[in-house]
């Protein structure tokens, strides 16, 4: 499991440098949870995540996903973590990684 996690890891960090939006909803499990601005909302579809990406990865979620080292992930019976929480993710049954969730305003540890 560490190794599909770590790998998953570059794959994300991969997309994100090259900014790739499609790719990134391709590693969602649907529908994902995503908070944004203290509100929780289900995003049932691709479509719908695209249409709301921006406001989804923002620049928090980007810095917690390049920040992120592979040493360093968080896991539990949830799944593992990215940060502070901004993105947690988790082996499905056919043993692909997917995104269960993403944080768009995850208190940061170097916020004060």
């Known amino acids: 499991m560490a190794s599909k996690a770590k790998a998953f890891l570059a794959r994300l960090q ?9 790719k990134f909803a391709s590693l969602i499990h649907y529908p994902v949870l995503v908070f944004v601005k203290d509100h929780e909302a289900k995003i049932s579809s691709r479509s719908a995540f695209l249409a709301k990406y921006s406001s989804i990865v923002t620049r928090d979620v980007r810095h ?3 920040a992120q080292t592979a040493d360093c992930l968080f896991g539990n019976w949830q799944g593992m973590m990215i ?4 993105v947690w993710f988790y082996p499905e049954s056919d043993g692909q990684m997917r995104i269960i969730s993403i944080i768009s305003d995850a208190p940061r540890g170097d916020k004060k």
Not at 14 to 22: E, G, M, N, S
Not at 83 to 86: F, K, L, W
């Open 14 to 22: 991969h997309i994100v440098r090259t900014k790739d939006k499609k």
């Open 64 to 66: 917690a996903l390049l």
């Open 83 to 86: 940060g502070d929480g901004e």
